[in-house]
């Protein structure tokens, strides 16, 4: 949904808004194991498709991890994930987009960062940002 209704420079907008600049996040698409995906599938094909296209905002900071859905609106609130809270941290790069993994409270969560598509332009730079900077992440 977000794909569809929303658009870069509102996302921008929204992310300088709340953290004063525009170099430390990405849009992401929700990424669930595969064991999590074949479950949706056999409850209902509906649900699969509708959870499996969530779109998020998240931004990286000293903090932790702020994530923002945006499948329907930019209007809801960035959410943190402290790194205190964070777990198993992993990044995947594969072709043109990277896969981000963690524990958030024993939680597993995962996003696909793409690096083409309408709202994905500045995916590319500001992963290569985050990497450089180690995701903020206190070692």
């Not at 194991?33 to 998020?56: E, Q």
């Not at 859905?69 to 402290?82: A, G, T, V, W, Y």
């Not at 777990?87 to 987009?97: L, R």
Request: charged share 30%.
């Amino acid at each position: 949904m977000g794909l569809l209704f929303n658009d870069e420079k509102e996302i921008k907008y929204a992310v300088h808004e709340e953290f004063k600049n525009t170099d430390n996040y990405m849009v992401a698409i929700k990424h669930d194991n595969i064991g999590k995906n074949l479950l949706k599938l056999m409850v209902s094909d509906l649900f699969y498709t509708i959870d499996s296209t969530r779109t998020f905002v998240i931004n990286f900071n000293e903090d932790g991890i702020y994530e923002k859905e945006i499948s329907n609106s930019m209007k809801r609130d960035f959410l943190l994930m402290p790194w205190s809270e964070v777990e198993d941290f992993e990044v995947i790069e594969k072709n043109n987009k990277v896969f981000i993994k963690f524990k958030h409270i024993g939680k597993g969560t995962g996003y696909e960062i793409p690096f083409n598509g309408k709202i994905f332009n500045d995916n590319k730079v500001n992963f290569k940002n985050l990497k450089d900077k180690n995701f903020f992440q206190i070692i």
